[in-house]
């Protein structure tokens, strides 16, 4: 462990206790109990101002905050000359100036998402002279509560927003490993980052390629006014694009690419970039060969986009995650049965296993709630299909996987959301999700309830066939959890 003992930092302002220590000082007749009441608030609420102020600097080490934390708490002490600080947290100490440990100590322990971190321990040098009173009053070991609550919370999005940078590393690595073309462009067409694959296949470097623009890379043909890369920045709203071009090599030749086009969309429905794909096309005799390798290529993209947002997710909210692949392995069980095979089992399980990834957008404290939400809370909870959709809404998942994931709450009778869709209007990938959904969320523990066994669980989900459930789907999950096929899933 490493132990840090700091100086303390500039003084910063207490404006609030500064005024009322002058209005303390300025009459005797002031110096009433009233005032040093007031007083000794006012010190807590300005040091627990200056706490959350430093923990809130997020551009800031997480240890030099704490360096600096542990010389604010004794300004909210009764006694912060004869106060000593000691924070141990995340296996690092942070010690006060002139640190001395004594028997007279109050404790608050510090937790990250119900996982002990750490601790945080204030000792006084002596004992309070009037024997009447301890050395610490309810006040400051409310303070030391209050404080290592924040401290918790702090490091808790410190750990979510370390996870949501690897996902980005991630999906920057997978970039740069494309065998296809792929490049960012803002709307007027100008080149913001350019992957490896698609530089030399213009014979480009690709630091040379990002100080270019899409068109100056076009041939002629390729922007005339009734191309279809012409109308995307130059005939009104810009929108999704597919077409073959022709591209001007760094040396002068030509090569022909199947090039795709989408717009990447802000909160209020602008366009933020364009995301661009570009996959060379070969002559006629090796273009079935080169089709064929186009679509593994982009199998292996879609397993690796769902792979890359299911770890996202389980870093910020392993239940879910979890949950999704039993649900997927569940559902790719039921439709290997009614007779799915290929990409269409393949598109079931990858959109299994991420139906749930809208509820990254939902707050932590309403997914882990342990009692009934508000109707507020539940409205806030049913979005979560539709936000999933457009996390993961553009060309390169197939449009089955996004139906599963803004689909799989809909119900046979109509009752579902977020499109109350009927019966057979919803599609069977999305029925087999929900059917698959509602067992394993059955046995598996929630914050508000216990799991139930999965002989429990199979008879509820027979009193919602033709009901909630397809009837089809419920025959053949029901079949196969009575014959053993689902004895792995236990109570979760």
């Not at 299911?310 to 439709?335: C, F, M, W």
């Not at 059955?442 to 799991?451: C, F, L, N």
């Amino acid at each position: 462990m490493m132990t840090q003992v700091v100086k303390s930092p500039q003084k910063i302002d207490p404006s609030l206790v500064r005024m009322i220590d002058i209005a303390l000082h300025t009459d005797g007749k002031q110096n009433t109990p009233a005032i040093k009441a007031i007083l000794k608030h006012a010190k807590i609420l300005n040091c627990l101002y200056e706490v959350s102020e430093a923990l809130n600097d997020c551009e800031r080490p997480f240890s030099e905050i704490m360096t600096e934390i542990v010389t604010m708490i004794p300004k909210g002490l009764r006694h912060p000359k004869k106060a000593s600080i000691r924070i141990d947290c995340c296996d690092v100490t942070y010690l006060s100036p002139n640190f001395k440990p004594s028997p007279w100590m109050i404790s608050s322990v510090i937790h990250c998402k119900d996982r002990l971190i750490g601790r945080m321990d204030v000792f006084y040098a002596e004992s309070s002279p009037n024997k009447t009173h301890p050395s610490f009053i309810p006040a400051e070991q409310k303070l030391l509560s209050e404080i290592t609550k924040r401290i918790g919370r702090n490091c808790s999005l410190r750990h979510e927003g370390d996870a949501l940078h690897i996902a980005a590393n991630r999906l920057s690595s997978s970039f740069e490993a494309a065998t296809i073309g792929l490049f960012y462009l803002d709307t007027k067409g100008n080149f913001l980052r350019v992957n490896s694959s698609f530089a030399q296949m213009l014979g480009y470097s690709a630091e040379n390629m990002a100080t270019q623009s899409l068109q100056s890379v076009l041939s002629p043909q390729s922007r005339e006014p009734d191309d279809p890369l012409y109308c995307i920045f130059y005939d009104g709203p810009i929108e999704p694009c597919q077409a073959l071009a022709r591209f001007v090599c760094a040396d002068g030749s030509y090569v022909t690419g199947d090039i795709s086009l989408t717009p990447e969309l802000m909160e209020d429905g602008s366009v933020d970039c364009i995301v661009g794909s570009v996959q060379k096309v070969s002559p006629q005799d090796d273009i079935v060969d080169r089709e064929a390798q186009m679509q593994a290529h982009l199998r292996r993209a879609e397993f690796e986009i769902v792979n890359v947002l299911s770890k996202a997710q389980s870093h910020r909210d392993p239940y879910t995650s979890e949950h999704q692949n039993r649900v997927a392995t569940l559902a790719v069980s039921i439709g290997r049965q009614m007779g799915m095979q290929g990409p269409q089992l393949k598109n079931l399980e990858l959109g299994a296993r991420i139906h749930d990834i809208g509820k990254l957008d939902i707050p932590s404290d309403i997914l882990s709630k342990p009692g009934a939400l508000t109707p507020q809370e539940y409205d806030l909870i049913k979005t979560h299909s539709a936000m999933g959709c457009d996390i993961v809404a553009g060309e390169i998942l197939p449009p089955v996987i996004q139906d599963i994931i803004l689909h799989h709450h809909e119900r046979w009778d109509g009752s579902g959301y977020p499109d109350g869709l009927v019966g057979t209007e919803i599609s069977l990938e999305s029925r087999i999700v929900a059917v698959a959904d509602s067992l394993e969320s059955i046995t598996s523990h929630r914050p508000y309830r216990p799991g139930r066994g999965l002989r429990t669980a199979l008879d509820i989900i027979k009193e919602e066939k033709g009901r909630l459930l397809d009837p089809d789907v419920v025959e053949v999950c029901v079949a196969m959890g009575e014959e053993g096929y689902f004895d792995w899933l236990i109570v979760q």
